[in-house]
């Protein structure tokens, strides 16, 4: 059977399962069995790739920073940010939905990861909202939009996926991830001041007040700077950073903060574990299904079209793998659908002279988008259900807000010298750049 057929019959089997209900990594591997049975690739290659898959050490990373969100959340820490947050823009218009933007910028950077931001202020923040006479659906909308943020800034679950299946700087992803990361938030905060409900305003808060608030969120704040500090100076690999920040917490943030929360601490480890077992059985089934769409040519197959499209435009290129992804975004998570197309990633990247980590950073915003577009929208449903409001009636209260998304992405494709400016200063050998021969500075890619 030729491979056309075979990668049509192998996407309609994973879309035919999926709408079936069946969870995304066996509706994978129904596809791939199916590749595997009408082509002369062996069942026992399928089973090795899929070994492969979770192979790989910084893959590591990922139970860490689930671990350290776990420990943040159930140690009851992320209340003192949330104060924080509160003193800094709680008395702006917009209330409490401009403190769940500002909440989530300051704990993304701890997470990494959107369902946890998802959950936390889904708890922290969603009933003091309805308190407050907030629209659920305005709840559900604003918080799934916001924490698709720790999709973009450090420590990225999504990026470390990404550098680590496209062999691309994971620091240089997390330093370019910054600027869209910031855009998203404060294009957040925009959209709530002028067109989100006034809410209650709180008084502006003393200064003194904001010092107070901030000296009692200081321990937890030096997560992110141990994270990126460590992993900037070169001290350790993202990997290694998570280890340091679980550390860091046990023996620093919980025993000064909440003493009583150490004898839970077994049962995090045990939650963090499971939690991360959701996403490493679907990474293995997705490289499975991303080799043998490789193994039929499938990923040349759309390289060709796109290219034929766009020839060697690396705007154009980017806005049509935009398209792509958002599409593929709306039914499949972003960590296999890195997995799967990356093949077709790298060889876009070459075909228009893309610099790698800027088109790393096009990607995951854009799956950062399709976290909240129907019809899966998993942090838009998981918010939802949180609040206790239809999927239908949270996706109508986000429609506008997609607005804030497009300009991030637009402004990513077409203005890479800012978004790369920050890895350019900070790490300028994760971007492609390279000591100059006479010693001092660096000469970089146009």
């Known amino acids: 059977m030729s491979a056309p057929v075979v990668l049509v019959l192998m996407s309609f089997c994973f879309l035919f399962f999926g709408y079936l209900g069946v969870p995304v990594p066996f509706s994978l591997m129904a596809g791939v069995f199916?590749?595997?049975?009408?082509?002369?690739?062996?069942?026992?290659?399928?089973?090795?790739?899929?070994?492969?898959?979770?192979?790989?050490?910084?893959?590591?990373?990922?139970?860490?920073?689930?671990?350290?969100?776990?420990?943040?959340?159930?140690?009851?820490?992320?209340?003192?940010?949330?104060?924080?947050?509160?003193?800094?823009?709680?008395?702006?218009?917009?209330?409490?939905?401009?403190?769940v933007v500002v909440f989530s910028m300051f704990f993304s950077e701890m997470s990494g990861s959107t369902t946890a931001d998802v959950a936390v202020m889904s708890r922290a923040l969603g009933g003091p909202m309805r308190r407050e006479g907030y629209e659920p659906a305005f709840i559900a909308a604003i918080i799934a939009s916001a924490s698709t943020i720790a999709a973009l800034v450090p420590p990225s679950i999504t990026a470390v996926v990404y550098g680590a299946v496209g062999n691309v700087s994971i620091a240089g992803l997390f330093m370019a991830g910054v600027v869209?990361?910031?855009?998203?938030?404060?294009?957040?905060?925009?959209?709530?001041?002028?067109?989100?409900?006034?809410?209650?305003?709180?008084?502006?808060?003393?200064?003194?007040?904001v010092a107070f608030a901030a000296g009692?969120?200081?321990?937890?704040?030096?997560?992110?700077?141990?994270?990126?500090g460590g992993i900037l100076t070169g001290w350790f690999?993202?990997?290694?950073?998570?280890?340091?920040?679980?550390?860091?917490?046990?023996?620093?943030?919980?025993?000064?903060?909440?003493?009583?929360?150490?004898?839970?601490?077994?049962?995090?480890?045990?939650?963090?574990?499971?939690?991360?077992?959701?996403?490493?059985?679907?990474?293995?089934?997705?490289?499975?299904?991303?080799?043998?769409?490789?193994?039929?040519?499938?990923?040349i197959y759309i390289a060709d079209w796109i290219t034929s499209i766009a020839g060697n435009d690396p705007h154009l290129i980017m806005l049509l793998m935009v398209l792509l992804f958002t599409v593929v975004?709306?039914?499949?998570?972003?960590?296999?659908?890195?997995?799967?197309?990356?093949?077709?990633?790298?060889?876009?990247?070459?075909?228009g002279d893309i610099n790698g980590v800027h088109m790393g950073v096009v990607l995951i915003a854009t799956l950062a988008f399709g976290l909240i577009t129907p019809p899966y929208g998993l942090v838009l449903l998981m918010a939802s259900k949180f609040v206790g409001i239809s999927f239908a009636k949270a996706l109508r209260a986000a429609l506008p807000i997609y607005v804030v998304f497009l300009v991030t992405i637009c402004f990513t494709i077409y203005f890479p010298k800012v978004v790369l400016w920050l890895p350019k200063q900070v790490i300028p050998e994760s971007v492609g750049c390279f000591k100059a021969p006479g010693g001092t500075g660096y000469i970089c890619p146009n």
């Open 34 to 99: 199916v590749g595997a049975v009408l082509s002369d690739v062996s069942l026992a290659a399928i089973i090795q790739k899929i070994f492969d898959g979770v192979d790989s050490e910084a893959l590591l990373a990922i139970p860490f920073f689930l671990l350290v969100g776990e420990l943040m959340s159930s140690a009851n820490v992320v209340v003192r940010i949330a104060n924080l947050s509160v003193s800094l823009v709680g008395h702006i218009r917009g209330g409490l939905s401009q403190v």
């Open 329 to 351: 975004g709306d039914f499949i998570e972003p960590v296999p659908t890195i997995i799967i197309f990356m093949p077709l990633v790298n060889a876009l990247t070459q075909a």
């Open 216 to 228: 009692d969120a200081a321990l937890p704040l030096m997560i992110p700077v141990i994270l990126l």
């Open 237 to 299: 690999t993202p990997t290694e950073a998570g280890v340091v920040a679980v550390a860091y917490i046990i023996i620093v943030v919980i025993p000064a903060l909440n003493r009583g929360h150490l004898k839970k601490i077994p049962y995090d480890f045990c939650l963090a574990g499971l939690i991360f077992s959701l996403p490493l059985i679907t990474i293995g089934a997705a490289n499975a299904f991303g080799w043998m769409l490789a193994y039929l040519r499938g990923a």
């Open 180 to 209: 869209p990361g910031l855009m998203i938030g404060f294009g957040l905060m925009i959209y709530c001041y002028f067109f989100g409900p006034s809410g209650l305003r709180k008084p502006r808060a003393p200064l003194r007040q």
